[in-house]
């Protein structure tokens, strides 16, 4: 905890500079992540966006999915492609009802919550885009699994060195940010999901 809030911590001379000080840190950290990986996965995220345009040309609907903080990430993604501030919007749904996930986990188990919800409800040429920090969530990876079964496409957004996520083959395209820091991870992942919007805008 000193390292994240170290203003919090001992007896600094001035709590309210460095609470500044510590502040304007994690910003510029956030913000020189957010644009590196932009710009080093640049070819590929545009690469993705070509897919993503040609499966919606065809009628795809997207499909998101995370656990936790990632599940509101998933959310906001889908918001994003389904209500955009401009553009036509795509037919987008996060796997995040708690009626259908807690009668899942309840009943069968918690690794197959999403994984179930895409055997009743996706559709060959559906996109499955799934947000981890650690690469690591059984059920993301089952998941992905099942779309690979259906013919979906799947797109994978993870941390660190991406994890279980990258030994999968079930994932088409994968964006891997390069952090230890969940806080950064999901600042960065968030920046991508955002590019990719806008690239499919293109």
Not at 57 to 62: I, K, N, S, T, V
Not at 64 to 78: K, V, Y
Not at 159 to 173: P, Q, V
Request: net charge neutral.
């Amino acid at each position: 905890m000193d390292e994240l809030y170290p203003f919090l911590y001992g007896t600094p001379a001035d709590p309210m500079r460095d609470a500044v000080a510590s502040t304007a840190n994690k910003i510029a950290e956030s913000t020189a992540l957010r644009r590196r990986v932009v710009s080093d996965m640049s070819p590929a995220l545009e690469t993705c966006a070509t897919a993503m345009r040609s499966h919606r040309q065809g009628g795809a609907r997207l499909w998101s999915m995370g656990n936790g903080g990632s599940a509101t990430d998933a959310a906001g993604l889908a918001w994003l492609f389904r209500d955009p501030p401009h553009g036509p919007a795509w037919p987008a749904m996060a796997l995040g009802d708690t009626a259908v996930i807690t009668a899942l986990s309840n009943d069968v188990g918690f690794d197959i919550v999403f994984a179930r919800q895409l055997a009743a409800q996706a559709r060959s040429g559906d996109i499955l885009v799934g947000l981890s920090t650690s690469g690591n969530s059984r059920n993301l990876l089952q998941a992905f699994e099942q779309a690979r079964r259906q013919g979906l496409m799947t797109v994978g957004l993870a941390g660190g060195r991406g994890g279980k996520m990258a030994e999968s083959d079930c994932i088409d395209h994968l964006f891997v940010v390069p952090s230890d820091s969940i806080h950064r991870i999901q600042e960065a992942q968030t920046t991508l999901y955002h590019r990719l919007w806008e690239l499919t805008r293109i």
